[in-house]
């Protein structure tokens, strides 16, 4: 958003003075009023920890997704979150429409503040919700160097640390969507380790291990012949086997009746 509205003022400048756009000085000096304007416009709008967290980003290389922070409505993250970075080269094989972008961070984002350290505590199964409502990020941990959420694994652990309410991670990949539903079921709610400092209480969640089957009661084999006296914990099952078989019987007779009468 900001950057069309730079192109749209820069556009009109050059289309309505032809003068200007031929003088490189002042058409620098105009570029320069443009961004210290939408600069000064964005810092009353945002507030100080995100705009702290921007700048650690920016000093990372993570200049794309700072760009779609930056196209975000106003106010849209206050503090304590977590945000999933793909990589500028990442990020330029992916099409994100200005439509997209809100969804886009949503799911790339935890709405609390974790680091890496913090993450580690949850188990390969464990389910952590998103800021989008049914999106979840499913954990596979195997150690501090393969930490997966989904199918995207954490490359540049705790970017922002600054301010402590914003945290950033940075990953190789564009995060898949794992929806909530085709993982609600056997589930349990997990809060987050009491340890972490500053960090609030989702409802984090962790997949149950399936419920054990029970096993038949055991019974003794069946010998030849012993068919007319069944051990107690088969009776009911004979006894049912042994209807079918009768009324097959029935109707198998009553089935040669009518053939012989035709």
């Not at 490189?24 to 995100?50: E, R």
């Not at 941990?141 to 540049?156: D, W």
């Not at 309410?165 to 809060?191: A, R, Y």
């Amino acid at each position: 958003m900001i950057l069309l509205k730079e192109s749209k003022v820069i556009n009109s400048l050059i289309h309505h003075k032809p003068n200007m756009a031929n003088n490189p000085k002042t058409l620098f000096f105009l570029l320069i009023m443009v961004i210290s304007s939408v600069s000064a416009t964005n810092t009353t709008s945002k507030t100080i920890d995100i705009l702290q967290a921007i700048d650690e980003m920016r000093k990372a290389n993570y200049f794309t997704f700072v760009m779609l922070i930056n196209m975000a409505p106003p106010d849209f993250f206050q503090g304590n979150i977590t945000f999933l970075m793909p990589k500028d080269k990442t990020l330029s094989q992916t099409l994100i429409s200005q439509n997209d972008v809100a969804d886009f961070l949503l799911q790339h984002s935890i709405p609390s503040p974790l680091l890496l350290e913090h993450l580690e505590h949850f188990p390969t199964g464990s389910i952590i919700p998103t800021s989008k409502p049914d999106i979840v990020l499913k954990v596979n941990n195997s150690g501090r160097q393969h930490f997966f959420l989904n199918n995207a694994r954490i490359v540049s652990p705790n970017i922002c640390t600054g301010n402590g309410s914003i945290i950033c991670h940075g990953i190789d990949q564009v995060l898949e969507s794992t929806t909530f539903s085709s993982d609600h079921h056997n589930s349990t709610f997990l809060p987050v380790p009491s340890h972490c400092p500053n960090v609030t209480t989702p409802p984090f969640v962790v997949a149950a291990p399936p419920p054990v089957m029970s096993l038949p009661p055991s019974a003794e084999p069946v010998r030849s012949g012993s068919f007319n006296n069944p051990t107690p914990s088969w009776t009911p099952l004979m006894k049912s086997g042994a209807q079918s078989i009768l009324q097959l019987r029935d109707a198998v007779v009553a089935g040669l009746l009518l053939l012989l009468l035709v």
